[in-house]
C-alpha cells in the first residue's frame, strides 16, 4: 500500500543532531497530521494542517518544527532531542469534512541517543 | 480521567470464538467514531466507522452509544489474523483522540 509514504522508515540520531522526517500523501487529502506514538500509551496528536495551514500545535516542544509546502507533502524537522522523544513518529492524512477518517503512513521509528 | 478508556487486555481467545471489545469516552461533544486496527510494529488501519445505529462488516460489528458514550467491537468466528491491537477512537472535526488499545491474541 503506497497511500501514504514516510521516509526514513529508522532513524537513530545524537542530542545534537538535526534531521528532517518527510511525508507524502498519494490520496488527494487536504488535511495532514503528525502523531507520536510511546510505548505503553496512546498516539499523540502532534501537529494538524488543513490546506497547508496549521491548524493545532499540541503543545508540542520548539524543537519539533513542522513544515507544510503543499496539501501532499509534510515535514517534520527535529534538532536538539532528548532520549524521551525516542518513538514511532506517524503521518496520517484525511478528506476534510469527510467524517474524519484517518490514514497513516508506516511510520518512522526514531532512537534518539 | 482519560479522554477514551479501554481494557488492555490481552484477551487471548481460541479460533472461531466470539470477542467483544468495550470503549468509553469523556468528551460528549465527540462527533465520529472508529476502531483501528495496528499490527505489531506497523501502523494503524482503519477497520470500521461507528455509527449510533450500529454496523456490521462480515464478522465485525460495532455499536455505539451516544448516551453512555460508550462504543463496542464485536468479532465473530476469530482467526488467527485477528491478533492485533485494536484501537478505539473518537473525533471531533478532523482531530482525533485514540485509546490505549485492547489486545488481542487468538491462538489455535
Known amino acids: 500500500e503506497t497511500g501514504v509514504t514516510q521516509t526514513p522508515r529508522h532513524l537513530v540520531m545524537g542530542m545534537t543532531n538535526k534531521k528532517s522526517l518527510k511525508c507524502e500523501q498519494h490520496l488527494g487529502h487536504n488535511a495532514m497530521y503528525w502523531y507520536k506514538q510511546s510505548a505503553k500509551k496512546p498516539l499523540e496528536l502532534m501537529f494538524v494542517y488543513n490546506f497547508k495551514e496549521q491548524t493545532e500545535n499540541n503543545s508540542v516542544p520548539s524543537r519539533f518544527s513542522p513544515e507544510c509546502p503543499n496539501s501532499s507533502h509534510l515535514f517534520l524537522h527535529l534538532h536538539t532531542l532528548q532520549p524521551e522523544d525516542s518513538a514511532l513518529y506517524l503521518c496520517?492524512?484525511?478528506?476534510?469534512?469527510?467524517?474524519?477518517?484517518?490514514?497513516f503512513g508506516p511510520g518512522t521509528r526514531l532512537t534518539v541517543t | 480521567r482519560k479522554e477514551v478508556e479501554q481494557d488492555p487486555g490481552p484477551f487471548n481467545v481460541p479460533e472461531g470464538a466470539t470477542v467483544a471489545f468495550n470503549c468509553t469516552y469523556s468528551?460528549?461533544?465527540?462527533?465520529?467514531f472508529f476502531w483501528y486496527r495496528q499490527d505489531c510494529r506497523k501502523e494503524p488501519k482503519l477497520l470500521m466507522s461507528v455509527y449510533s445505529s450500529g454496523n456490521e462488516d462480515g464478522r465485525f460489528t460495532a455499536q455505539l452509544n451516544r448516551a453512555s458514550q460508550y462504543i463496542s467491537l464485536l468479532i465473530r468466528d476469530s482467526k488467527l489474523s485477528d491478533s492485533a491491537t485494536y484501537l478505539c477512537v473518537v473525533g471531533r472535526g478532523n482531530k482525533l483522540t485514540f485509546g490505549t488499545g485492547t489486545q488481542l491474541k487468538v491462538e489455535l
Open positions: 496520517a492524512s484525511s478528506q476534510e469534512g469527510v467524517g474524519g477518517e484517518q490514514y
Open positions: 468528551n460528549s461533544a465527540s462527533q465520529s
